[in-house]
Every structure is written in C-alpha cells, then in structure tokens.
C-alpha cells in the first residue's frame, strides 16, 4: 500500500508528552495518529467526544469581565488564598 506524507502543527510540548506517552505504549507519533485515523474512518465519527469547555461560554466571560473592571475600579475584595490538596495539584 502506498503512504503519504502529513504535517501538522502542534505545541512543542503537547508534541513532547504526547512522544513520551505512546513510547511508553510501544509506539510512535506516526504509528498513533494512523490508529487514531483509522478509528474516525471505521467509526465515521471522532472517536471520543468533543466538548467545549464552559469556561468560555458567554455568559462566564462577561462575568469575568465585569470583575475586571471592578478590580480595575479599585472595587475588589481581597480574599485568602485556599490551600490545594496533593490530590487537586494532579488535576492541573
């Protein structure tokens, strides 16, 4: 079967996790994009799903941006830090 060649561009360290991941499975980069491919061709579908993050939804970016402008007003609250578990640092 003949192959091609594709190029992509990604984060430089995204690109060196994800090395070191499929080189703990055995594999390359090549290797787990064409099992990734294969999957969306097999499936007709992405074949895990896609969200988008809440984070970013409208409504939380005005509230973001109405705090903001509070701090920048001089109208913010100053709180104590909350301390993160051992557990909590993991998930960042």
């Known amino acids: 079967m003949a192959t091609t060649s594709v190029t992509i561009r990604m984060d430089e360290n995204l690109k060196r996790q994800a090395e070191a991941l499929f080189n703990e499975m055995g594999m390359n980069i090549t290797t787990a994009f064409t099992i990734f491919t ?40 100053e709180h104590e830090l909350i301390e993160v578990g051992d557990d909590e640092e993991n998930l960042v």
């Open 38 to 77: 294969k999957a969306v061709v097999r499936q007709g579908r992405i074949p895990f799903e896609i969200a988008v993050d809440p984070f970013y939804s409208a409504s939380n970016m005005a509230h973001l941006r109405r705090g903001i402008a509070a701090l920048n007003a001089g109208k913010g609250q």
